[in-house]
């Protein structure tokens, strides 16, 4: 078991640090537990395990990925109450999980990290956190994800709103929305969630546009009993079920690649939202200008619906400023407002996020520094001048077709053949070689060119100058199948004691 940690000595040295208590990193410690190795530590920001799906319990919160897939492999749930499953059931999805493998021991609660550096003497890495503890560690494994700093955006005013405001993220649910005056700023992913939840209960709700959304109809059906029964009794069933979902979803890859088959799915989509929003000025408004699929395609089967209610409005024109009890549009109209709800997402871009994080490797590697000019790692896993250093979700490994779990579970995989692999050559530390990351970004980018995601509009897969970081550019399966083994030849081994021969001749 892994060395608690004490007030009169703040320093534990252990094999590995994890970071975060998600889906990343409850995955990458059940993974050594299954191996025996229990001489680690998962450090959470947070009072309790969850990541995202802890943060986010906001009004209608759910997943966009089918819940038997977006669950472990090896710990399949065969309850399921439905296709998507909310965000109560999958937090208590995390909860069961970190019970059924025994993580608790291993966590430790209120541990931000905010400072990490790699000895090249010692060959170990030096995690603080900001109570003041340290960690020594041979293994360092960031899991803290892409979706766990509020993007709070910088309205000229909005500090001296006197109402509520509130991230999605960062829900009041003692504050009272009844008969409220609501401006909601930001349509995506959160905000198609909570906005229809909400819409019945408020006085008003003005809905603040800047970009138009994909929305596709969610399938709403729940599991009947019997489902449930079977899939118990019969796990394969189970497994056969959640392996349909995968190649159903696989198949979605196809209009982000293919420009063509995307403008098959916009005239589609262009006919639902005619179908659902009754008056035609609003419905053009609610309909994107860009390709399918070049930002995240949403799924709900409420929000078009919502802007048929008398207390709904779109407003398109951008935000001039926020005023004491208003905010105020370029076209010099103020919307009076008691509650002004922020849907306007995560700050995605490692380099902002990471920016008061300093990390340092190998002498003259400064992360900030090696990412001045973008996010880059080896298969979002390893980067050069970091030694046992090990991403979860990292550069260009997001999806925008199917489960993050799968590659979570791809790249645990990973590491743990990297801890192996470390162990056969006698080694102390294994490093990428640039050449090898170099080579390989090279690759993702142009690979990701004439897709869809990068046809022209600005996402949150992108960095200012308009680089995809985020995003894998193509099928899962060929993730797995490029990260199954690891490229050994990839990699420089290096062992301190042949370091000491070599500089004592």
């Given at each position: 078991m892994s060395k608690k940690v004490s007030t009169k000595n703040p320093v534990a040295h252990v094999d590995v640090v994890i970071v975060g208590a998600g889906f990343g990193g409850l995955c990458m410690a059940i993974r050594l537990r299954e191996q025996g190795h229990d001489d680690f530590v998962v450090l959470e920001k947070a009072g309790e395990v969850g990541g995202a799906w802890h943060f986010n319990g906001y009004p209608g919160a759910g997943c966009d990925v089918q819940s038997h897939l977006y669950s472990y492999s090896f710990a399949g749930k065969p309850d399921w109450s439905k296709r998507y499953a909310p965000q109560g059931e999958i937090e208590q999805y995390i909860l069961d999980v970190t019970e059924q493998y025994g993580l608790r021991p291993f966590i430790r609660f209120h541990q931000e990290v905010n400072a990490a550096h790699f000895d090249a003497?010692?060959?170990?890495?030096t995690v603080r956190t900001a109570r003041g503890d340290t960690f020594v560690c041979r293994h360092f494994v960031l899991a803290s994800g892409p979706l766990h700093v509020p993007n709070i955006p910088a309205i000229p005013g909005l500090s001296d709103f006197k109402g509520k405001v509130m991230h999605s993220a960062e829900w009041d649910h003692d504050y009272d929305l009844a008969g409220k005056r609501v401006i909601s700023i930001g349509t995506g992913?959160?905000?198609?969630?909570?906005?229809?939840?909400?819409a019945p209960v408020v006085k008003s709700l003005s809905v603040f546009q800047r970009t138009a959304a994909w929305v596709v109809p969610r399938d709403e059906r729940g599991y009947p009993g019997i489902s449930k029964a079977l899939f118990r009794r019969f796990p394969s069933l189970r497994r056969l079920h959640r392996a349909r979902l995968y190649w159903s979803n696989e198949s979605r890859v196809l209009p982000a690649s293919?420009?063509?088959a995307a403008r098959v799915l916009e005239a589609l989509c262009r006919a639902f939202i005619r179908f659902q929003v009754r008056d035609r000025k609003l419905a053009r408004a609610l309909t994107p200008d860009y390709a399918f699929g070049c930002k995240r395609v949403l799924i709900s089967n409420k929000w078009y619906p919502m802007f048929n209610r008398d207390n709904v409005s779109l407003v398109t024109a951008g935000i001039r400023e926020v005023r004491a009890h208003s905010v105020v549009t370029e076209d010099g109209v103020e919307h009076p407002a008691d509650c002004l709800i922020l849907g306007t997402g995560f700050v995605v871009d490692p380099r902002i996020y990471m920016r008061d994080f300093p990390l340092t490797g190998l002498p003259g590697h400064a992360l900030a520094q090696d990412w001045a000019e973008a996010a880059e790692a080896y298969y979002g896993v390893t980067v050069s001048g970091y030694p046992n250093l090990y991403m979860l979700v990292g550069p260009n490994t997001g999806l925008g077709h199917n489960s993050?779990?799968?590659m979570i579970e791809c790249q645990v995989n990973y590491i743990l053949q990297c801890m192996r692999l470390l162990n056969a050559e006698e080694a102390d530390y294994l490093d990428v070689k640039p050449a090898a990351q170099r080579a390989f970004n090279e690759a993702v980018q142009r690979r990701l060119q004439g897709t869809t995601w990068t046809s022209g509009c600005t996402s949150?897969?992108?960095q200012a100058d308009g680089r995809n970081f985020a995003l894998w550019p193509g099928a899962t399966w060929r993730y797995w199948l490029e990260t199954r083994r690891v490229c050994s030849t990839d990699y420089e081994f290096v062992s301190l004691e042949e370091?000491?021969?070599?500089?004592?001749?």
């Open positions: 003497a010692t060959a170990r890495w992913g959160s905000a198609i969630q909570y906005c229809p939840e909400i293919s420009p063509r993050i779990l799968f949150w897969y992108q370091v000491r021969q070599k500089g004592a001749a």
